[in-house]
């Protein structure tokens, strides 16, 4: 992944895909389909296309190869948000505070 220019994800159906989070984690920019969690994940980190659109998906690849600057703030934003939200402590914090919310409910009730 190193190498790539862009990484694309041409899903008709995902979940939330590992190789979406890799490659932000990568500080790669990012052309997907507007599928499953990649667009919670993409949200202003990526471009995101209709699913089974081709032209789409190649006009917002060729986008993202030709202008330097997209293609940098995209990888930059996806790498930002992915430390963000991404890491190991990140996600015990939010499992954290899941778990006190649900058990100050079921306490309450």
């Known amino acids: 992944?190193?190498?790539a220019s862009?990484?694309?994800l041409a899903s008709l159906y995902e979940g939330m895909s590992n190789a979406v989070m890799e490659a932000m984690a990568a500080g790669k920019p990012i052309v997907a389909t507007a599928v499953g969690g990649t667009r919670e994940l993409l949200s202003g980190r990526g471009l995101l296309v209709p699913?089974?659109?081709?032209?789409?998906?190649?006009?917002?690849l060729e986008r993202v190869?030709?202008?330097p600057h997209l293609s940098a703030s995209l990888g930059i934003a996806a790498r930002a948000w992915a430390l963000d939200n991404l890491g190991v402590d990140s996600m015990i914090d939010r499992h954290l505070v899941l778990y006190r919310r649900?058990?100050?409910e079921r306490c309450a009730g």
């Open 102 to 104: 649900l058990l100050e």
């Open 6 to 8: 862009a990484v694309v």
């Open 1 to 3: 992944m190193n190498r």
């Open 65 to 67: 190869l030709r202008d």
């Open 51 to 60: 699913p089974a659109d081709p032209p789409a998906l190649a006009d917002a």
